[in-house]
């Protein structure tokens, strides 16, 4: 069983859709959460980074982690064609004063029809 | 803006040749990571580095890949006697640890590697 297991894709939605996406993880001593946005052929970017369980919101973006259930989720609102990339969880059990390795899901790909 | 550079960004080679691969990090960042992505994956870590000292390695940075970062700037990531299994591509990433505080880990753009 991988360490983080993320849905697999890819995923297709309409403009203006509700997209939720989901990661789940074996090891509990994973406390920082991430999703990362990538574009075909580039690095990652950070979207969203979240410390233990909780919600938190950045425009459309929301993230969720629920430690309890080793769930965390990516909410996107009003879903865009520029939206349309791949979606990767990250986590890391440390944090930054020691080694913040992250272990990253296997990513989703998202495109979003106009 | 000066973000992470990699260099360079797509390298072809024949297999059993040597390869390089460069990473400028964000100035002044303290930590930088080496990490692999294949297709359909996510990345991979494989190394980091503090300053200058490299304080972890991953078991996927076998005894054919070496990396430096001399004088805790500028980072090289060299793989000797390429195999047609390290096509990939090498992400370098770099952050700033100041205490127990700071854990944003910026990527650079990726060095794309094809073994033929």
């Known amino acids: 069983q991988k360490e983080v297991e993320q849905d697999p894709g890819p995923l297709s939605v309409p403009e203006g859709a509700i997209v939720s996406l989901n990661c789940t993880y074996s090891?509990?001593?994973?406390?920082?959460f991430m999703w990362y946005r990538q574009y075909s052929r580039k690095g990652p970017e950070l979207l969203m980074y979240t410390y233990s369980s909780g919600n938190k919101e950045d425009g459309r973006f929301t993230a969720q982690v629920d430690k309890s259930s080793k769930y965390i989720s990516l909410f996107i609102r009003d879903s865009q064609p520029s939206d349309s990339a791949t979606y990767l969880c990250a986590m890391s059990s440390l944090g930054a004063g020691a080694n913040s390795k992250l272990t990253f899901g296997k990513g989703i790909t998202l495109s979003v029809r106009p | 803006d000066t973000g992470v550079s990699q260099d360079p960004r797509h390298k072809i080679t024949k297999r059993g040749q040597n390869v390089t691969f460069r990473c400028d990090p964000i100035?002044?960042?303290?930590?930088l990571y080496w990490y692999r992505q294949t297709l359909g994956q996510g990345p991979e870590f494989l190394t980091y580095f503090q300053n200058e000292a490299q304080l972890e390695k991953s078991r996927l940075l076998s005894d054919r890949f070496s990396a430096e970062r001399p004088k805790g700037s500028f980072s090289t990531l060299e793989i000797q006697r390429t195999e047609q299994g390290d096509s990939a591509m090498y992400l370098c990433?770099?952050?700033?640890?100041?205490?127990?505080?700071?854990?944003?880990?910026?990527f650079g753009e990726g060095s794309w590697l094809t073994v033929v």
């Open positions: 990433a770099s952050s700033l640890v100041v205490g127990l505080s700071g854990n944003t880990i910026y």
């Open positions: 090891n509990s001593a994973f406390q920082y």
């Open positions: 100035s002044e960042h303290n930590r």
